[in-house]
């Protein structure tokens, strides 16, 4: 079953057409990676997928709801961890507090901060902080997560632990949208690829497929990762 369907979706800011007809289709229990060059509307297709910008036109359906994690993080700085995680199930989804806070503790612990709980973002790592930005995402229990380069903003050896909770998560079969350039990350754990190129849909397929097209593009941006 697909999840979410996008059908012929444009974009432009002023004079400049940044999404030129992109359709896709994202199927549940599957890894979507999306490849492609600095500019190439990678993030625009995700705040338009998810209704932070309004797509000029096109079609988007969902079959569930979805969250969302940033480059940046994007915690609550006056919040502690727990109140980062417990708040818009409690506030947007009025679900009963005690669940949310026992469900909110067991995702602390499987994100390996069961002790800073109480700690405010500005005392964690940025590796803990978007562990807990994943936490916070996934306390709504969304059945589609989006991640816009998630480790583009941590030093290379807090990348790592980021990227392991993705693996984890791929495990259990949650179904998510990953923007990133690390190409390996990409080429081991995504179902399907596409690859970005100057708003459209370049290239898409197995990681197989990807990595090993004739694609002059795809090959000239992979160089600079060699
Ligand atoms: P990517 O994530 O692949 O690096 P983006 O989607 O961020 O690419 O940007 C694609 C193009 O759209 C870039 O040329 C960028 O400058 C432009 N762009 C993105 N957001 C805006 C905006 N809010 N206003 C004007 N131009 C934008
Ligand atoms: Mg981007």
Redesign the pocket.
Known sequence: MSLLEINHMKKS??E?E?LKDISMKVEEGEVFGII??????????LRCATGLETPDSGEIHYNGTFGLVFQNFNLFPHFSVLKNIVDAPLRVQKRNKEEVYKEARELLKKMGLADKENAYPFQLSGGQQQRVSIARALAMKPDILFFDEPTSALDPELTGEILKVIKDLAAEHMTMVI?THEMNFAKNVSNHIIF?DGGVIALQGTPEEVFGSDNERMKEFLGKFA
């Open positions: 800011f002023g400049v940044v492609g060059p600095s500019g190439s509307g990678k993030s625009t297709l923007v970005m």
